[in-house]
């Protein structure tokens, strides 16, 4: 039998033929997100071991870049609002519904205690730097003491925008490739990722060096399991699950998908990174630039793919 | 009150004229439409059967686009009809995504805009205005919560189906087969 389906009267534009409503702009701000939060987590864990010291750059260094990544992606997610003039109405309505909603809380909540957690490290990084007024002085003095429960709180609310940059796909399930839990956990181990070779990569101690190397060595082989799974999922679901899966199984997907992302932004850094374990000479910014980019191009090609995957009717 | 709209795919002919006649009532803007012709042919020639069904948003009883706006611009009106409040919107298009009808756009101006079962009619107790200029009657509006409306006798007496009811959305737009 054969079924065709002839739909006349309707090419909404963005909608049809193929949904295509969000662009770069999305993608992009999810990449922001996971990599801010994995600094963070980071920072903050690192912080609760007491490593301070030993790990600056994870620690102390990598933070003041996160309200300028957390900045950027505000600014990309607003750039993608086509109603922007209203997008106040985002922080007067509180949804837990809804993903966009709480994520957009979380990454309000974020932006302020990131900028209070980097002033706990100035005087450490800057050691001729000056807060000039007491009042500062007394709340920096202040923060200082809870360290602690500033880091649980951050890793907390971290873990949450690491999650989210994913949750907020598979919470549609209007579009089966991302209708999979696992995409939560996969964007903030990807992130996770991200933000330890950016550490390595920036890390002037062997010791910090090497440590984020085995680190993102292991998150990477998590990334790839996660991978197997969200497919093994897809292929023991319906049979739009298993349509979507298969964009990436010989489909449109296959080859940028196995090629930029498991190829050249998880398989080929990870031998470059056990190859330096091993004192091999590997140029540092190389595995560094290929999982950045393997990050963005898993953002870009999962947002892209779920809005081609549908339910058939 | 729940609202709701059957169409009886045995009476369509794919004449379109739901389609310009919400275009008109509605101003909505060229290039865009708030309601389609799906026409679905089965089978190998000769042997063929032929579906034609007017589409619109289903104003589902579990709006999965209502769940996930981040404001309260999408919402449920009176009746169960899901509508988009312009000035509560943002534009950020979740609820473009979460929709499996593909029923929902963006407006030229910026707002997400759907069909809206024509409330500003049916509040006056009109019907909305496909179902007034179908040619073949093919579609029934009214009240399913009504035991004596048209449209809970057409569903209790014909056999009918809805859309990706697998989806979990409840869709309120039934079609009469
Ligand atoms: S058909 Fe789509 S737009 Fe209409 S209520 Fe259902 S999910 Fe929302
Ligand atoms: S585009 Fe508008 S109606 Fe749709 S989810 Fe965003 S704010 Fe809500």
């Known amino acids: 039998m054969i079924e065709e389906i002839i739909t006349s009267g309707r090419m909404n534009p963005e909608i049809d033929p193929v949904l295509h409503v969000w662009g770069w702009e999305i993608p992009f701000y999810l990449f922001l997100g996971g990599l801010a939060a994995g600094i963070l987590i980071f920072s903050a864990y690192f912080t609760l071991r007491g490593r301070q010291d030993e790990l600056p750059i994870a620690v102390k260094w990598m933070p003041l870049s996160v309200p300028f990544l957390i900045g950027i992606g505000l600014i990309s997610l607003l750039l993608d609002l086509s109603h922007i003039l209203y997008a106040w109405q985002l922080f007067t309505n509180i949804r837990w519904e809804s993903p966009m909603s709480w994520g957009a809380w979380t990454l309000l909540i974020i932006t302020p205690l990131s900028i209070a957690w980097i002033a706990i490290w100035m005087e450490d990084i800057f050691p001729k730097w000056d807060w000039k007024f007491d009042e500062v002085k007394t709340v920096v003095k202040w923060l200082k003491e809870q360290r602690r429960i500033l880091a649980q709180i951050l890793i907390l609310l971290s873990i949450i925008l690491g999650m989210y940059t994913g949750i907020l796909l598979s919470a549609f399930n209007a579009r089966p490739f991302w209708n999979t839990s696992i995409l939560g956990p996969l964007f903030l181990t990807s992130g996770l990722s991200a933000s330890a070779a950016l550490i390595a990569y920036f890390s002037k101690t062997e010791l910090e060096k090497r440590l984020f190397t085995r680190i993102d060595i292991i998150l990477i082989g998590i990334e790839l399991f996660m991978i197997v799974h969200l497919f093994m999922g897809h292929l023991a679901g319906t049979q739009v699950h298993i349509q979507a899966a298969q964009m990436f199984l010989g489909g449109a997907y296959t080859v940028p998908f196995w090629t930029f992302v498991v190829g050249l932004g998880l398989l080929l850094p990870v031998s470059l990174e056990l190859l330096e374990l091993k004192h091999k000479f590997i140029p540092a910014i190389v595995p560094v630039v290929l999982i950045i980019a393997g990050n963005l191009a898993l953002r870009f090609i999962v947002v892209s793919a779920g809005q081609a995957s549908r339910w058939l009717y | ?177």
């Open chain 2, 1 to 177: 009150m729940r609202y709701a709209m059957a169409v009886d795919t045995q009476k369509c002919v794919g004449c379109n004229d739901c389609v310009v006649a919400c275009q008109t009532e509605n101003d909505v803007p060229i290039g865009h439409c708030r309601d389609w012709i799906v026409e679905v042919t089965t089978g190998t020639y000769p042997d063929l059967g032929l579906e034609i069904r007017s589409e619109r948003c289903n104003h589902c009883a579990n709006a999965p686009c209502v769940r996930t706006c981040p404001t309260e611009a999408s919402h449920y009106a009176a009746g169960g009809i899901v509508l988009v409040e312009e000035d509560e919107c943002i534009g950020c298009k979740a609820c473009i995504t979460s929709c499996p009808y593909d029923a929902r756009f963006i407006h030229p101006e910026g707002y997400v805009d759907k069909c809206t079962f024509c409330i500003h009619r049916v509040e006056k107790g009109q019907n909305p205005a496909c179902v007034s200029v179908c040619p073949t009657h093919a579609m029934i509006f009214g009240n399913l919560d009504d035991p004596n409306s048209d449209i809970s006798k057409a569903m209790a007496t014909r056999k009918w189906k809805s859309l990706i009811p697998e989806a979990g959305t409840e869709p309120k737009v039934f079609y009469l087969l």
